[in-house]
């Protein structure tokens, strides 16, 4: 007897379909989400954010870029604004005299200075202990430029800083002084994280500048760092100071923590004489024989 034959299972399948997607916002929905947005943006004072939130919106809908990265991208907008604001009110109060900074320093004209020692200082690290910086050199050797490149430089890293001459310096103390303001003076120069105090020994300063200046010095001792620059030798702030003790107190403090910079060679101002002279020569008279 042949077996029965069975027949074959017929399974059927119910096709599920998938729930169609939600359709985007109308026109006007969007655009009310986009105004509250702003409105956002502009209550929490990031108006960089809003006014790059255009493009950004744009980029991120270009390029398919997630809500957290699209998010990033507006943030560091703001970011970057506010610390471009922070910077240039930092240099505002630091009172640069020149646009001179560390990277446009001619080593050439100044063999004596260690590229190797401005790239650690660039870096700002002898702010951390404290450490002060005194420039001595003749006129010209580029004093002034290393310090204000150092001030830059600080500022640049997020450092509260200060440049000043020794004679405003001891100007300002000497009116503060008569108006009664010489405790606010001594805190206002106690302040700045670096602060550089150029040209000592350029002029003659007066009796009371001695002291101010030491006053200055000693309240920075061990906590803020100084940059100074001067003409002259160490062995004769005596004589610039006009009081021997006060220099040698003052010196005192300065070099416990130091690094000192001697600079040395031609001026570079009459190096520009020479070559604008030299160029004169040659456009006028086509020879190489030396002005009169």
Known sequence: MNPTRRRPTVVTTTRT????????????????????LRSHLAVLKLHDAAEHLPAVLDTALAEGLSVTAALERLLAVEVEATEARRLAGRLRFASLPTPATLDGFDYDAAPGVDRNLISELATCRYLETATNVLLIGPPGTGKTHLAVGLVRAAAEAGYRTYFTTAADLAARCHRAAIEGRWATTMRFYAGPTLLAIDELGYLALPAEAAAAIFQVVSQRYLKTSIVLTSNRGVGSWGEILGDTTVAAAMLDRLLHRSVVLNLDGDSYRLRAHHAANDTLRRTTTGTRQPLT
């Open 17 to 36: 379909t998938r729930p169609s997607p939600t359709p985007p916002p109308s026109t006007a929905a969007q655009a009310s989400l986009y105004q509250q």
